[in-house]
């Protein structure tokens, strides 16, 4: 079975410019998690989906930041404008309702120039 | 709110050489607790988790046991490996939440 798949795993861009990470969790999990990490911060919970319903968004640095689960398969996470500070690896986790563990994908390194 | 505290690292170990990388936490509840491994380049993986006081969660030689009265879970292996280099991360779930609190990581070097 294939594991949580994050795409692209690279991504440089300028500042200012539209960025869009994509996550596919593992079919049957219903819990969707979106990371980042950072040296100065570790790693941050940004948000989470349950049934594709965005529960705790807490985490969201500000309103540059969105994500998005349209349907069981698919979530994005969105930044616009992106900025230097922006610049981490950003992680995708997903987990069944049963177990609760959760299933990191291999992350997005982001760089912001 | 909930806190892991993990001990700062880095950690350096010769080959065979025993680990234990202190994990202690802040909760409200009773929580589940975990340690995951991140090797190079990679998403984090769960290493081996507890779930109530006095369980001892095991994998690949590495134990942890869910002391609720010193609210620890201290991760240890007898005779660590080069192929143990890794950052290691304590976490929580408290009761029925689904997101996880993380420690801020240990990393451990392991050199021949």
């Known amino acids: 079975d294939a594991g949580v798949i994050q795409s692209p795993r690279h991504e440089v861009t300028e500042m200012g410019q539209e960025v869009t990470l994509r996550c596919k969790p593992i079919?049957?999990?219903?819990?969707l998690f979106w990371y980042r990490q950072t040296m100065m911060r570790g790693l941050e919970l940004l948000i989470y989906?349950?049934?594709?319903?965005?529960?705790?968004d807490s985490g969201m640095p500000e309103d540059r930041f969105s994500a998005k689960m349209p349907n069981a398969s698919f979530s994005t996470l969105k930044i616009q404008p992106s900025e230097p500070r922006d610049s981490a690896v950003y992680f995708c986790?997903?987990?069944?309702?049963?177990?609760?563990?959760?299933?990191f994908g291999p992350g997005t390194r982001l760089t912001v120039t | 709110g909930d806190s892991v505290t993990q001990m700062e690292g880095p950690v350096t170990l010769s080959e065979e050489a025993f680990l234990t990388i202190n994990c202690t936490y802040t909760a409200t509840g009773y929580p589940s607790l975990f340690w995951y491994v991140q090797y190079p380049g990679e998403g984090l993986q769960l290493l081996l988790k507890?779930?109530?006081?006095?369980d001892k969660g095991s994998n690949k030689g590495f134990e942890a046991t869910y002391r609720k009265e010193t609210t620890s879970f201290h991760l240890e292996k007898g005779s660590v490996q080069v192929s143990d280099s890794a950052v290691y991360f304590c976490a929580l779930r408290d009761g029925s939440a689904r997101q996880l609190t993380f420690g801020s990581g240990t990393q451990l070097t392991v050199l021949p």
């Open positions: 989906f349950n049934n594709n319903v965005p529960i705790d």
């Open positions: 986790a997903s987990s069944r309702r049963t177990d609760y563990e959760q299933y």
């Open positions: 507890a779930t109530k006081a006095d």
């Open positions: 079919s049957g999990h219903n819990s």
